[in-house]
């Protein structure tokens, strides 16, 4: 049985050991234990540091100046190496051992005060956290401490307390590094599976279409409305496609709308729908895009080409989450994401004061530009591949293979039409091509042989403008039309000579001449 004595001084240990550990740090148990220690021992100096994870630095805690462990110009050194206290007087400490910062630190104490340095294990099964105590006062006071019972139990408390901290601590920077590069893992292995799916249909493996994939997925996972700017082709829409079939939206609605390709008197009916009678022909009400919409995606395409005022209702649309179908008394509710796209730069139509600056900045909270076919030519050959293999499944054909020699052809191209032209010249070179074979240069469209209107030196002057792929309603007489341009330019620039202009198309001069003669072109 223990006697009341024994029993109180246990509780107030037990006080004592719970006020020590109330920091939750090591660092703070440590400054805790030593303040305890001088009040308890009545000492007018002490230190307590720790050696830090690498092994090599001795500090109070870690933001505080540190001692390197293996200059054995400070005593802790000693203590730490030796495993063993030491015990000296502070002249003889001062003699003796020339390290600055430890001199000053002990440059106000009286010269016969005496140093006790003694050097701290604490264990927890596997690991081990190491440090020391030093401390400084008149010699009765800290003669035979280690003696002591009531010093060594103290002594052992805190070198418990020390491990049970540092292991807690530990553990929870473990957790936590964990629990980080875990969220990072998700959220990168999560933005790599979207990335995949959009490679799926948005084919290329350049690095620009590698990072707008990345950035697609990005923007996918927010509400964020998007700006896509690129050259006609690039693929505004597929790409427009992608990020509503990977976003949270994906079981929405996908609605579509070509600004420049919708008279502006009905764009706006189109857009926000109509009540019944609200203009005369209206019989029934109907439902615009921006209703219809709702719950998904409404990608408008050509934005640059809006009308001001319909700028203006679109903005307040997106600013208020609402709008009033023409004719109608009542708001509608609305969400959706808007993709807007444009092949115009929207700054120079700012400028030009056709496009409001504060929509501009509405619909690109998050602005892509899509790279021009011409600006990752290394994606040639695998869309190429994917466009004949489409080719032959949507026309039930067998195989056709790409010849090496058409796809240099392909590859020395500029494409201003970018994909699409890609993909209009891969369906007609296919349509060419007996299955079973590889498509030839032959085969492709003459513009696919080299040298457009691009070619020509400055100030020469250009044919009318040729009709845009999607254009074309009559291939032979397209491909005529641009036969015809390209010969007569040649002509112009040789000044109508046709040798020269036979040798840089690659043609023999009889060819040319009888082009010239079926294409009733006369020269210059
Ligand atoms: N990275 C790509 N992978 C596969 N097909 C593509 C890619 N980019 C574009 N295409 C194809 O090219 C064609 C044109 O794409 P799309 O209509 O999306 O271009 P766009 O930039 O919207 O053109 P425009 O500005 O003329 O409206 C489509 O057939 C599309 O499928």
């Not at 004595?5 to 719970?18: H, K, P, T, Y």
């Not at 009286?110 to 927890?124: G, K, Q, T």
């Not at 050259?231 to 790409?239: A, I, S």
């Not at 044919?463 to 390209?486: F, H, I, N, Q, S």
């Given at each position: 049985m223990h006697d009341r004595g024994e029993a109180a001084r246990a509780l107030a240990g037990m006080a004592e050991a719970l006020r020590l550990v109330e920091g939750r740090s090591p660092a703070e148990l440590r400054r805790r234990a030593l303040a305890l220690l001088r009040e308890g021992l009545a000492l007018p100096w002490g230190r307590c540091l720790a050696l830090d994870a690498s092994g090599r630095w001795l500090a109070e805690d870690a933001d505080q100046a540190r001692l390197a462990c293996d200059d054995f110009r400070h005593p802790y050194a000693h203590a730490i190496r030796r495993g063993e206290p030491l015990s000296l007087a502070l002249g003889e400490a001062r003699s003796r051992l020339d390290h600055e910062a430890f001199q000053a630190s002990i440059a106000?104490?009286?010269?016969d005060w005496r140093l006790v340095v003694r050097p701290l294990r604490a264990r927890d099964g596997r690991r081990e956290w190491l440090g020391v105590l030093a401390l400084a006062g008149p010699a009765e006071r800290l003669e035979a401490l280690a003696e002591r019972d009531d010093y060594r139990a103290f002594e052992a408390l805190l070198c418990h307390l020390w491990a049970w901290l540092a292991r807690q601590h530990d553990e929870r920077r473990d957790q936590a590094r964990l629990r980080d590069s875990l969220a990072e893992l998700n959220d990168g292995a999560r933005r790599r599976t979207l990335s995949e799916r959009l490679g799926r249909e948005i084919l290329g493996a350049s690095p620009a279409i590698r990072a707008l994939r990345d950035q697609l997925a990005r923007v996918a996972e927010t509400h964020l409305a998007v700006l896509l700017q690129g050259e006609?082709?690039?693929g505004k829409e597929l790409v427009a496609r992608g990020i509503h079939g990977v976003s949270?939206?994906?079981e929405g609605p996908f609605m579509a709308i070509n600004c420049a390709a919708i008279p502006e008197s009905l764009l706006e009916a189109e857009l926000f729908g109509h009540v019944r009678?609200?203009?005369?022909?209206?019989e029934r009400s109907r439902e615009g895009l921006l209703g219809q919409a709702d719950g998904g995606t409404l990608f408008l395409d050509e934005?640059?080409?809006?009308p001001l005022a319909l700028q203006a209702k679109l903005l307040r649309v997106l600013e208020s989450g609402r709008y009033r179908p023409l004719g109608g008394n009542e708001e509608r509710r609305v969400d959706l994401r808007l993709v807007a796209a444009t092949h115009q730069p929207l700054h120079r139509r700012i400028r030009e004061g056709a496009f409001r600056a504060d929509l501009y900045y509405r619909l690109g909270q998050f602005p892509l530009t899509l790279p021009a076919l011409r600006e990752r030519r290394e994606d040639i050959p695998a869309l190429a591949e994917a466009f004949i293999a489409d080719f032959c499944r949507r026309e039930g054909r067998g195989d056709i293979g790409l010849g090496r020699a058409a796809l240099r052809v392909l590859a020395a191209r500029d494409f201003p039409g970018n994909v699409r032209e890609l993909r209009n010249l891969i369906d007609y070179a296919c349509a060419m091509t007996p299955e079973g074979e590889d498509i030839q240069?032959?085969?492709?469209?003459?513009?696919?042989a080299g040298g457009g209107a691009e070619d020509l030196p400055a100030g020469e002057e250009q044919a009318p403008r040729r009709p845009g792929p999607e254009e074309v309603v009559d291939l032979r007489r397209a491909l005529r039309d641009y036969e015809a341009t390209l010969i007569q330019q040649r002509l112009a620039r040789y000044d109508g000579n046709r040798t020269l202009a036979a040798e840089s198309l690659g043609l023999p001069k009889r060819t040319l001449a009888h082009k010239c003669r079926q294409l009733q072109l006369d020269s210059p």
């Amino acid at each position: 049985m223990h006697d009341r004595g024994e029993a109180a001084r246990a509780l107030a240990g037990m006080a004592e050991a719970l006020r020590l550990v109330e920091g939750r740090s090591p660092a703070e148990l440590r400054r805790r234990a030593l303040a305890l220690l001088r009040e308890g021992l009545a000492l007018p100096w002490g230190r307590c540091l720790a050696l830090d994870a690498s092994g090599r630095w001795l500090a109070e805690d870690a933001d505080q100046a540190r001692l390197a462990c293996d200059d054995f110009r400070h005593p802790y050194a000693h203590a730490i190496r030796r495993g063993e206290p030491l015990s000296l007087a502070l002249g003889e400490a001062r003699s003796r051992l020339d390290h600055e910062a430890f001199q000053a630190s002990i440059a106000g104490l009286a010269h016969d005060w005496r140093l006790v340095v003694r050097p701290l294990r604490a264990r927890d099964g596997r690991r081990e956290w190491l440090g020391v105590l030093a401390l400084a006062g008149p010699a009765e006071r800290l003669e035979a401490l280690a003696e002591r019972d009531d010093y060594r139990a103290f002594e052992a408390l805190l070198c418990h307390l020390w491990a049970w901290l540092a292991r807690q601590h530990d553990e929870r920077r473990d957790q936590a590094r964990l629990r980080d590069s875990l969220a990072e893992l998700n959220d990168g292995a999560r933005r790599r599976t979207l990335s995949e799916r959009l490679g799926r249909e948005i084919l290329g493996a350049s690095p620009a279409i590698r990072a707008l994939r990345d950035q697609l997925a990005r923007v996918a996972e927010t509400h964020l409305a998007v700006l896509l700017q690129g050259e006609t082709g690039t693929g505004k829409e597929l790409v427009a496609r992608g990020i509503h079939g990977v976003s949270p939206r994906a079981e929405g609605p996908f609605m579509a709308i070509n600004c420049a390709a919708i008279p502006e008197s009905l764009l706006e009916a189109e857009l926000f729908g109509h009540v019944r009678g609200a203009f005369s022909g209206a019989e029934r009400s109907r439902e615009g895009l921006l209703g219809q919409a709702d719950g998904g995606t409404l990608f408008l395409d050509e934005i640059g080409d809006m009308p001001l005022a319909l700028q203006a209702k679109l903005l307040r649309v997106l600013e208020s989450g609402r709008y009033r179908p023409l004719g109608g008394n009542e708001e509608r509710r609305v969400d959706l994401r808007l993709v807007a796209a444009t092949h115009q730069p929207l700054h120079r139509r700012i400028r030009e004061g056709a496009f409001r600056a504060d929509l501009y900045y509405r619909l690109g909270q998050f602005p892509l530009t899509l790279p021009a076919l011409r600006e990752r030519r290394e994606d040639i050959p695998a869309l190429a591949e994917a466009f004949i293999a489409d080719f032959c499944r949507r026309e039930g054909r067998g195989d056709i293979g790409l010849g090496r020699a058409a796809l240099r052809v392909l590859a020395a191209r500029d494409f201003p039409g970018n994909v699409r032209e890609l993909r209009n010249l891969i369906d007609y070179a296919c349509a060419m091509t007996p299955e079973g074979e590889d498509i030839q240069p032959e085969a492709l469209p003459p513009e696919a042989a080299g040298g457009g209107a691009e070619d020509l030196p400055a100030g020469e002057e250009q044919a009318p403008r040729r009709p845009g792929p999607e254009e074309v309603v009559d291939l032979r007489r397209a491909l005529r039309d641009y036969e015809a341009t390209l010969i007569q330019q040649r002509l112009a620039r040789y000044d109508g000579n046709r040798t020269l202009a036979a040798e840089s198309l690659g043609l023999p001069k009889r060819t040319l001449a009888h082009k010239c003669r079926q294409l009733q072109l006369d020269s210059p």
